[in-house]
């Protein structure tokens, strides 16, 4: 036996856009076989390569994390590492019994009880009888659910749902572990209980494939990490290494046309045109922020004719559109200045250890005062802040459900 | 090539299967104002339509039992056949959750779909006993070889089917409408409603090609005295065993792609 547990070489994964080529009807393939022809590379048909010669190595034991943006082929890889599909090219060798966790709670049922979708997801995951068995009461203990667990579940709260559901995967105990973005779901602190679990796993010895966007713990779980860009590695090593890197490189392509488009498709306005805005942080574009360092908001901006209240201002949003920050650029001046005809280049800067690591929408618009907006809704971006300050640095895995995590001076003293 | 189908991985899996079909089994007696009476109910209507139809209005023969446990006694194995085509051909598609989250051979879909309907099937035999005991019937002692020897083999050729059906289904969706009309059609084309006896010779050849038509026959006749035909059963056997080891064949062939298309 070889000291490796997962082997992956050459695999590259094909699917066809626009035509579902295998699921096709009855007729249309009765009328192609009177024709004598296959459809292919027709109706708008096109190939993706989701996976392009994707080769690494697990070692037994170790914990490796996969990142990359969406759409990098980590759902692909990981649907071939856990076997639902498999790879156009190439070929995977796995040595021990793997589990795989692509979601939580695969296979309950609503009608069933809490007690007997243990059981079926039990036995979904890969559990034998004997071991849910002996398994069942810390599973239930695990997930806080004992008075209700011969409830049905669909009674249950979204959030008791979750915990069962996690429950079953945290007590799997395969040599192997497997896992996708399941850590996204739920409240902060069943996040925080679930990534102490997958940190106890991974430091049981066993091997653990986890594929996250979360880096604090990608770096605080793996040891090593892999990254996925358009379907290749382009990046590997140790995880504090790679989250570094990965953190470091440049707003995506993607993310940047995204809003070279939103900017083009602005309503033009009489007095003001927007050009470009930018996150920068020591001088760079970056795509994820650090909160350990001061973040440069950069608004680029043409002002065609002076008008008198005409202002450049920026809203912080969390996911759910909840204003956090607004700030306008001349609003704390004491009186409105009259901008001048002209390029400006407007900087806003959000001091250091003061954002959550949490994603946060950026949403950049202008106006003129009590008359218009000159940007319609504004323009939005979309920006994952990753803990490197201070701030709850004395509690390292703690994910604070707060909205921003401003460093605050505390004084404690011993009354005399 | 049979290799392929892996019997050890799926001998692995089994308590899986229990479980998938100890599922289906919860479920479907869950939530329901009738519980498993509705096991009984479908046959039991099916009878009572029949009994009037063809016993009562077009006065078909019965081989010497009453008209309506003739019928029931038809009902019951076609009952399971059909039960088992259609949950077994769709499985795949009502599965797909499962198939796109978590490796397991996927064979036992339509497997644990197929077994399922054999609940159904033990109640809906179960009430075979009040019946006859109404109508004064005694059922003849070939019963206890013949209705377990015509039920497996039914449960062989529905799971053979079912296997192919599934796969196919993922493949051609439109064939799910397809489905329920042939199994009208293939149900009057069995002798149910009607006995064998009264096929008319030069179609009895045609007639005995389709295997429900022996396995029912061996089924009722099993109740009513006939002795079981060794060569009708060889041959259902056969043909059971050829649809379920080309159907896995198959199966086993568009396996790889059933994550990406379903």
Not at chain 1, 185 to 190: E, L, Y
Request: proline share 5%; hydrophobic share 50%.
């Amino acid at each position: 036996m070889t000291d490796i547990a997962v082997h992956v070489e050459s695999v590259s994964k094909l699917y066809r856009i626009g035509a579902k080529i295998d699921s096709r009807s009855l007729r249309e393939t009765v009328t192609d076989l009177v024709r004598l022809r296959r459809r292919a590379s027709e109706d708008g048909e096109r190939d993706l390569w989701a996976l392009n010669d994707v080769s690494f190595q697990v070692r037994h034991g170790e914990a490796v994390g996969i990142i990359g943006q969406n759409g990098a082929g980590k759902s692909t890889l990981l649907k071939i590492l856990s076997r639902i599909t498999e790879p156009t090219k190439g070929r995977v060798v796995v040595s021990g019994r793997v589990s795989s966790l692509l979601e939580v709670g695969t296979g309950f049922h609503g009608e069933l009880s809490g007690r007997e979708n243990i059981q079926l997801n039990g036995a979904i995951l890969g559990m034998t009888r004997a071991e849910i068995r002996q398994r069942f009461d810390a599973i239930v203990a695990f997930a806080e659910v004992d008075r209700f667990i011969d409830t049905p579940v669909k009674y249950y709260s979204s959030g008791m749902y979750m915990r069962l559901a996690f429950a079953v995967a945290a007590h799997l105990e395969p040599e192997i572990l497997i896992v996708d973005e399941v850590l996204a779901v739920g409240d902060a602190a069943f996040q925080a209980k679930c990534l102490r679990k997958m940190g106890e796993v991974a430091a049981h010895g066993r091997t653990v494939l986890f594929v996250s966007h979360n880096m604090p713990a990608v770096r605080a779980l793996c040891e090593r990490a892999v990254v996925l860009s358009g379907g290749r590695v382009v990046d590997e090593g140790t995880s504090a290494a790679v989250v570094t890197r990965y953190l470091q490189r440049v707003t995506s392509p993607a993310g940047r046309d995204d809003l070279a488009r939103q900017i083009a498709g602005l309503k033009p306005d009489p007095s003001f045109r927007l050009l470009s805005v930018r996150l920068l942080q020591m001088g760079n574009d970056v795509a994820t922020i650090s909160n350990g360092e001061p973040l440069q908001i950069r608004i680029d901006f043409e002002v065609l004719s002076p008008t008198m209240g005409l202002h450049v201002y920026f809203q912080l949003l969390d996911l759910e559109d909840t204003v956090i920050i607004e700030s306008i650029h001349n609003g704390d001046t004491g009186e409105m200045l009259v901008l001048s005809a002209g390029l400006h280049e407007a900087t806003a800067t959000i001091p250091a250890n003061f954002l959550a690591p949490r994603p946060y929408q950026l949403r950049v618009l202008a106006g003129v005062a009590n008359v218009r907006s000159c940007v319609g809704e504004g323009v939005r971006l979309t920006f994952d802040v990753e803990q490197t300050g201070i701030v709850n640095s004395s509690y390292p895995g703690y994910e604070t459900p707060a909205r921003l995590a401003p460093h605050l001076d505390w004084i404690v003293t011993v009354p005399s | 090539m049979w290799r392929s189908v892996d019997l050890r991985e799926l001998w692995n899996y089994r308590e899986l299967l229990y479980f998938l079909v100890w599922r289906d089994v919860k479920v479907r007696y869950k939530q329901t104002l009738l519980g498993v009476t509705w096991a009984v109910i479908q046959p039991l209507f099916a009878m009572l339509i029949f009994a009037f139809f063809f016993g009562r209005i077009a006065k078909l023969p019965s081989d010497g039992m009453p008209y309506p446990l003739f019928a029931y006694a038809g009902l019951l194995p076609w009952t399971l056949f059909s039960n088992a085509i259609t949950s077994g051909s769709n499985s795949m598609i009502a599965s797909s959750n499962l198939i796109t989250k978590v490796y397991f051979p996927r064979l036992l879909v339509p497997i644990a779909a197929v077994s399922t309907s054999l609940i159904d099937f033990a109640f809906a035999l179960l009430m075979f006993v009040p019946l006859s005991l109404n109508s004064h019937f005694r059922p003849s002692v070939n019963a206890v070889i013949a209705i377990p020897l015509s039920t497996l083999l039914v449960f062989l050729t529905a799971l053979g089917l079912s296997i192919w059906l599934s796969a196919l289904v993922v493949r051609f969706r439109d064939l799910r409408h397809v489905i329920p009309f042939v199994i009208q059609i293939w149900m009057f084309a069995t002798p149910i409603v009607y006995p064998l006896s009264m096929v008319p010779a030069k179609w009895l050849p045609w007639v005995k090609l389709n295997p429900m038509a022996s396995l029912v026959e061996t089924f009722r006749g099993g109740l009513s005295g006939r002795a079981v035909d060794v060569t009708e059963v060889a041959a259902a056997a056969g043909l059971a065993i050829v649809a379920i080891v080309s159907g896995s064949i198959y199966f086993r062939r568009l396996e790889r792609m059933f994550a990406d298309v379903i």
